[in-house]
């Protein structure tokens, strides 16, 4: 057991952009914060890297400055069917590009700059409720806080039961960062049978190329990603393009699999869960990184009021279980049927048509998918 400082306010797992946020927050309203991430920062993750801007405002007010950041800002989307036919559409809100790298590295040295105690290169194996108090157990030492959340991402540690995912729910996400000429304005969004792959421009001038398929695609394929690009993605006339003209960056892809969509649990194992691991929302809707993030602000006001013995901790998960709700179940389900409209050979062509004579209907669907200002 470690000694040193024996007891936190609150011991999170995961430092992505949820556990990062939420450890901030709690620091800045004086709260003990310990945090655990398996990976050492700065590191690489599977992502399209498109944050909507809804988010631009807390990140400023977590102190990351944001204006002096220099990313691209982005107000146009191009979606294009497996043949080729596209269309265009401004976005309303829009986004900015920035790379996990950077981002959450950036995150990670605010979170050290207000004393949050940050293990990186530290995996969670265990926790454990003993009396008032949990007993969170790493590779290293165990630590002993009066809360545990979890934001550990899209897939279950062991101590956690699994998700039940039937095979046809399995996904695997492959990500590449690129140069080429695409507009530091522009998002595209290519489809091809069984995914689609998203390309933007981040910061350092670079671009993420990012793709989402089913992970029988992948099997189909003999489990070669090359192969896989080749006789698939290549039938979409932008992809092929972007693969055979650009400059690649990585010697290999970043690749993650097992990923599902399932809906999940505010509250599992006594651990309050946010950010994908409460539920992930189909990247096609570009967001997932935002309600991480939002999901992060809800729960720290709920934190604050237990650490502050304002409410009980009932109190602490039904009110964060409803506000939860309130703000995300809505746009995970378009998300979830927004998913199975795309990467349809003939029904993605024939929805882009329709949409193509419906600006407002295009309007209004990527509207749905971004939230408000927070
Ligand atoms: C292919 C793809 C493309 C996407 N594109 C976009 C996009 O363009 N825009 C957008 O907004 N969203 C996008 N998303 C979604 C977005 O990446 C996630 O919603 C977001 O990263 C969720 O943040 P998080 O903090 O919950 O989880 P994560 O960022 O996944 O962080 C979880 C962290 O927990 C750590 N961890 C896990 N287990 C343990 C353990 N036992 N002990 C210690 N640490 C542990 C992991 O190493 C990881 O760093 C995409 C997702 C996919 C799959």
């Not at 809800?298 to 502050?308: N, R, V, W």
Request: hydrophobic share 35%.
């Amino acid at each position: 057991m470690n000694n040193q400082s024996s007891k936190y306010d609150c011991a999170i797992i995961g430092g992505g952009l949820a556990g990062l946020t939420l450890s901030i927050q709690l620091a800045q309203n004086g709260h003990q914060v310990i945090l655990f991430e398996k990976n050492k920062y700065p590191f690489h993750k599977v992502c399209g890297e498109y944050i909507s801007l809804e988010s631009w405002d807390f990140l400023n007010s977590l102190g990351l400055p944001m204006a002096e950041l220099s990313l691209p800002i982005i107000n146009t989307i191009h979606v294009s069917a497996p043949n080729g036919f596209i269309i265009h559409s401004p976005l309303d809100l829009g986004g900015f590009g920035i790379s996990r790298f950077y981002l959450d590295n950036l995150l990670f040295k605010k979170a050290k700059e207000l004393g949050v105690t940050v293990l990186d290169n530290t995996k969670v194996l265990d926790v454990k409720q003993h009396g008032e108090l949990y007993v969170v157990s790493t590779n290293d030492d165990s630590y002993q806080s009066k809360l545990v959340c979890g934001s550990f991402g899209k897939i279950n540690p062991p101590f956690i039961a699994q998700q039940k995912v039937t095979e046809k729910g399995k996904y695997i996400g492959v990500k590449y960062h690129i140069k080429t000429d695409l507009p530091a304005h522009i998002i595209e969004l290519h489809n091809f049978k069984d995914g689609y792959c998203g390309i933007s421009k981040v910061d350092n001038d670079t671009n993420c190329l990012c793709y989402l398929t089913t992970s029988k695609n992948l099997r189909l394929h003999q489990n070669d990603i090359k192969r896989l690009e080749e006789n698939v993605l290549y039938e979409n006339p932008y992809l092929k393009k972007y693969f055979t003209e650009s400059t690649f960056l990585y010697e290999k892809p970043l690749v993650i699999s097992q990923i599902s969509f399932e809906k999940k649990h505010t509250y599992q194992h006594g651990i309050i869960m946010l950010g994908d691991s409460a539920g992930a929302i189909a990247p096609l809707c570009g967001n997932g990184m935002s309600i991480a993030m939002r999901s992060s602000k809800i729960l720290a006001k709920q934190i604050d009021s237990f650490l502050k013995n304002n409410i009980s901790k009932i109190e602490l998960i039904q009110n964060y279980t409803d506000e939860w709700n309130q703000n995300f179940s809505s746009r995970i389900k378009i998300a979830y049927y927004l998913q199975h409209l795309f990467g349809k050979k003939t029904t993605t062509y024939w929805s882009l048509k329709l949409l193509n004579y419906s600006p407002k209907l295009f309007k209004r669907i990527i509207s749905l998918t971004h939230g408000k200002k927070f």
